[in-house]
């Protein structure tokens, strides 16, 4: 028997509960193929925390993923706290737990599935292949510099400052080769070093470092380039690592490569194997309750923390397998059905693909 895993599990608002129950699903069936223990505790956060606590993230909440290995996070917010002053609002609590977690990277992987082709607005030859993982800086740069406003010459000024220390860098950029190794062992580093002094700093920082990652080939790739080269040989890309900025855009570009945000995973990672695993979409308000959220992107964000915190290649293969097999198949649920009336619910998607998981 293996050590026990904890995992903190943070079901949130909307379809966070429901997408999060079929992800716990896959987790329970893991145990049984693979004989992996995990020991789950679920934790109030968000919307719901606020309103049976008084506060997104809670002290209690913190301590339960502080204690654990990793951090499964539904989704959170709604149109009933969006009035709220700022510290009562859920989106107040995602910032401070990734602060308070010491979450520097976002790491988003997009894959197109085959069978979902059809579902982008790019030309199915163009897709084909494509699976990539942008790493993005989180917690510095232009969003988290000093503004202000100012009178100038010409009437008023707008100031962002854009600020990079050198540990920064070099945690992240650390970070997309030592994924990159695990992969297809291809980094491209995305800066603008033609005119920002941030961006040189990065680009010496990945050139200082990559000597002690011979087996990663690094391709330095200009930001506007980059935002190009992925609509016009996306499967050309395997890792590509960037700071907050460029990260935001370019993230948000690659996932339209996939066609539907219900499929999209992401994980946050600190230094070492803790990660916060999440479905990069929001709580849905419109479709809660109605058994119409697609799990997928949940489940694939549990795959990732199998094989990201905990290196359980084969559990996190074989749920991305499971998804591929239940996919082929012809199942949709209808964010991705083109039949919208032939499409499936929640827990049905669920239990299909605990139903094709194989050891
Ligand atoms: P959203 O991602 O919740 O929804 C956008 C659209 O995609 C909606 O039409 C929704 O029905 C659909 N959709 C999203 N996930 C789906 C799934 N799994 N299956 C099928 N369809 C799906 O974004 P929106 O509407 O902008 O935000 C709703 C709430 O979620 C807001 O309160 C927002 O602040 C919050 N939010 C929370 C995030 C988080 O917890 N990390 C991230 C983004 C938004
Ligand atoms: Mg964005």
Known sequence: MSEVKKIAVISGDGIGPEVVAEALKVLKRTEELFGYSFETEHALFGGIAIDQKGTPLPQETLDICKNADAVLLGAVGGPQWDNNPKELRPETGLLAIRKELGLFSNLRPAVVFDCLKDASTLKPEVLEGTDLMVVRELTGGIYFGEKFRRQGDQG?????????????????IRQGFEIAQKRRKKLASVDKANVLETSRLWREVANRLAPEYPDVELEHILVDNCAMQLLRRPSS?????????????????????????????????????????????GSAPDIAGQELANPIATILS?????????????????????????????????DIAVDKSKAIGTSQMGDLILAAMKK
């Open 302 to 334: 549990l795959a990732l923390m199998f094989r990201i915190t905990f290196g359980y290649e084969d559990a996190a293969s074989a749920i991305e397998e499971a998804v591929a097999e239940v996919l082929n198949a012809g199942h949709r649920t209808s």
């Open 237 to 281: 890309f395997d890792v590509i690592v960037t700071e907050n900025m460029f990260g935001d855009i370019l993230s948000d570009e690659a996932a339209m490569l996939t066609g539907s945000i219900g499929m999209l995973s992401s994980a946050s990672m600190g230094e070492g194997s803790y990660g916060l695993y999440e479905p990069v979409h």
């Open 156 to 172: 008023e000024e707008a100031v962002d400052t854009c600020v990079y220390n050198v540990t920064e860098v070099e945690r992240i």
